[in-house]
């Protein structure tokens, strides 16, 4: 009995504390290993979707690519199209051979003869298979049974795209194009050569039925295409082009030595993959179990251990959390950039080629290239001061001034666009004396007037009106089109969060403009907030008064 009453505490302090504690410790250790892989799966598909919206600009890109070549042979209706075709060779960065072939099977270009380049000589060398009409110019080469891998069909090489022979080519009619394809059918060509890759775009011209083309010059190809995966890559996940050999074509930076998410880029450029290096996990645990197991009987041992369970698993949450915001925010900004930078290159190269001739279209192009311009600076201005304030490190400085001189500031600044969309605005004709940082206020208007400018295109006035208290000036700044649903109202000021998911493909924008305008109205000691009424919206802008004497 004495023994019994001796280990009686020690019995009932194992199965009231230390057994529930030690209960806790596996259970918390099993939810550690549970989130890591939660965690780890995750990563992985915010990895595969970066890879995939990688994977559809370069498609992008190398479909705008053929369209243009298709332009450019489709103009050639000279029955000798042979000195357009030697200047085209001569000017255009992306081609490194051009060719002519009469219907009879004649090479016209380059011509036979002696005192050839040894590029050319090179050249004629890598593709004497369609030269020598050993290989049909118009017939996919995955139709011919020789070429085909064993067990697969032409259609399933098609689809796999990267597994092919000595040559894949593709219709312009089975391609999806972007814009409306030349009468000619282009043929865009991946051919095999030794240890290497290259393209052929051509086209058989009617009545002639001679066949011209291009060689892509592939170095200055993937010279675009690295540009292209730079602005692209996270840090923590760098991008490759592969080739089917695993070898890299394009890389954005060092590579890690862990196994990348790969994706095919399709039949614009069978023979290469996107590959994704994943970010590097968390460091996995080692030796909790046994420790947990060494150390049972003591109990302050066994809190810690659970307390440090804990705390891990809330890093690996908080982990979690910046990971997805990250990949989520690096994907709306890069998307967003996409479309004006095009836009400006596309436009300049037209510009700076001489294609357009017309002093009338000229003068639009530059017009919408300054347009764009205004855009993507828009643009910069709200990612940066969003990262600034994220990191606390935008600092702001109020100041005593008037507020109606920066509201005609940032009126005509938008000019152009008020007079373009027939809007006319309606400002207050007195001062207006607050305390705020300039810059800061600038931003605050023009995120609120351009938002206005996008979802009100129609609204034929803004008002802009002050009312002033004791200590605080309110600006509301109000349009008349069509309003903000009920369902979107408690999200306005959400970061990436957009109204209308049409017009901000229409207009762009990150959904950042309310947000960044919130948080910097209430750094300055005021507010953001939107206010309910009977037709179109209505911000209010609250801003601390200057309480001295209005500034000169």
Known sequence: MSHFKRFLPLFLLTLFVIGPVFLLGLAGLHLLRHERERWEAQAEAAEERLAAQAAEDIRDGLETLRDEFAMLLGRLSDPDPGEALYLLGETHPLVRNVFRVRADGERMLPPSGMGMDPETERFLHRYAALFEGRVEWMTPATD????????????????????????????????????????????????????GDALLAYMRREPWGDLIGVEVEMSALYARLDVLLRAL????????????????????GELPESVPVTLEVGPMLPFARLGVYPRPAPPPMSGNLFYLFAVGAGLFLLLSIAATGLGLTAWLNRSRREALRKTTFVSNVSHEFKTPLTTLRLYSEMLLEGRVQDPEKQTRYLQTMRDESDRLARLVYNVLDFSRLE????????????????????????????????IRVNLPDHALPVLCDADAAEQILLNLFDNALKYAPKSETIDVRVEESARSLRLFVRDH??????????????AFHQVDARLTRENGGTGLGLHLARRLAREMGGDLAWVDVPKGACFVWTVPRNLQETPS
């Open 481 to 494: 089109g069509p309003g903000i649903s009920a369902k979107h109202r408690k999200h306005l000021f959400k």
């Open 233 to 252: 890559a996270d840090d923590g996940a760098p991008m490759a082009l592969l080739d089917r050999s695993d070898r890299h074509l394009v890389t954005t």
């Open 391 to 422: 990191m606390r490190r935008k600092s702001l400085r109020a100041e005593a001034l008037d507020l109606n001189p920066l509201l005609q500031k940032v009126t005509d600044a938008l000019g152009e666009r008020f007079r373009a969309s027939g």
């Open 144 to 195: 011919e049974p020789s070429m085909l891998p064993p067990g697969r069909s032409a259609r399933q090489v098609a689809l796999r795209g990267f597994e092919y022979g000595k040559g894949m080519d593709l219709q312009a009619s089975s391609v999806k194009t972007r814009s409306e394809a030349p009468a000619e059918a282009l043929v865009w060509r991946a051919w095999h050569w030794e240890d």
